[in-house]
């Protein structure tokens, strides 16, 4: 009798998650990174700012930590959530790169942000753990 567990944890690797993150080159492509993120099982992830790492969450409790996902950036004590807004939109026009986002976001007085793929929502964090803001993924392009 087979007794082995045949419920399938999503087993997404470094290599598979740099690549899918090598084809993104301005905020404009987020939105094919996340479909490409879903594709690989990831069901949400963390970016942490002052130390530019990411954790990606599969299902099951499988998880990645990866550094140098960003640059380690300095983050404002003080959350200033118009700034905020006005540099995410920026980026999804595509004006900015990944590195200048988590720097402006720092700027902002982002701690991480959460990208939870299932919600399809994108959460930012101060330092104090509080919520700032909550952006809508799109499932299809920014509009510009």
């Not at 993150?21 to 700012?49: N, Q």
């Not at 099951?60 to 983050?75: I, N, Q």
Request: glycine share 10%; aromatic share 8%.
């Amino acid at each position: 009798m087979n007794t082995q567990n045949t419920t399938e944890v999503a087993a997404f690797t470094e290599q598979d998650i740099r690549a899918a993150y090598a084809k993104t080159k301005t905020g404009a492509d987020f939105p094919r990174l996340i479909r490409d993120m879903k594709t690989l099982g990831i069901v949400s992830y963390d970016h942490i700012l002052e130390t530019g790492s990411n954790i990606f969450h599969g299902k099951g409790g499988y998880s990645v930590s990866l550094s140098k996902m960003g640059p380690a950036v300095a983050v404002s004590p003080q959350p200033n959530l118009e700034l905020l807004k006005k540099y995410i939109a920026m980026h999804q026009a595509g004006q900015t790169n990944y590195p200048t986002l988590c720097g402006q976001a720092g700027e902002a007085g982002v701690e991480k942000w959460t990208s939870d793929l299932l919600a399809m929502t994108c959460t930012y964090f101060d330092k104090a753990g509080r919520k700032m803001h909550v952006e809508l993924i799109p499932d299809g392009e920014y509009k510009k």
